[in-house]
T-cell receptor, first 113, second 114 residues
């Protein structure tokens, strides 16, 4: 059975801290791994990773995928209160000629001023 | 970025009512749309995958007669919760995607059944 596990489940840090969020997976027919940020409503897209070892960066956020060890990390440096959210990892898998997404449990991040 | 519109954002209705939720991709033709359900403080649970012009593929444990999905065009999918009961109360989110591109989400519908 396909499985996506995120750790930690929750995290409280102070502004300026650096955080590392982990997403481990066991899936068949992997296509890509995606990171999303969810605040009050729907998730917003952060990164899409398909190849191992290539870091993707956007401002203070960066992410990398390890397809051999089956995990990805999302780093946030110099955290701000606006980074408080649930961070979701999703695996895109192919199935019966189409594709779908399997979401991890999420990591709830709270950044204190 | 891609825009997906979901309507309504909030529904409160009596038990036994059927509720229709619309999901539209506004600036691209989506090959596939997805419907998720999210319980409080939990992750997104995929309910079904919807491709234009074909029957939706439901995940295990999701009742297809209870959650009717229609994907009439490349820009519109609807989810109808039939004869809704209090246990159907939840946050429902749709997404739309093109093959090889990340999915983009609607703002979700909070459904409350009294």
């Amino acid at each position: 059975e396909d499985k996506v596990v995120q750790s930690p489940l929750s995290l409280v840090v102070h502004e300026g801290d650096t955080v590392t969020l982990n997403c481990s997976y066991e899936v068949t027919n992997f296509r890509s791994l995606l990171w999303y940020k969810q605040e009050k409503k729907a998730p917003t897209f952060l990164f899409m990773l398909t190849s191992s070892g290539i870091e993707k960066k956007s401002g203070r956020l960066s992410s990398i995928l390890d397809k051999k060890e089956l995990f990805s990390i999302l780093n946030i440096t110099a955290t701000q209160t606006g980074d408080s959210a649930v961070y979701l990892c999703a695996l895109e898998v192919t199935t019966s000629g189409t594709y779908k997404y399997i979401f991890g449990t999420g990591t709830r991040l709270k950044v204190l001023a | 970025g891609a825009v997906v519109s979901q309507h309504p954002s909030r529904v409160i209705c009596k038990s036994g009512t059927s509720v229709k939720i619309e999901c539209r991709s506004l600036d691209f033709q989506a090959t596939t749309m997805f419907w998720y359900r999210q319980f409080p403080k939990q992750s997104l649970m995929l309910m079904a995958t919807s491709n234009e012009g074909s029957k939706a593929t439901y995940e295990q444990g999701v009742e297809k007669d209870k959650f009717l999905i229609n994907h009439a065009s490349l820009t519109l999918s609807t989810l109808t919760v039939t004869s809704a009961h209090p246990e159907d109360s939840s946050f429902y989110i749709c997404s739309a995607s093109l093959w090889g591109q990340p999915q983009h989400f609607g703002d979700g519908t909070r459904l409350s059944i009294l």
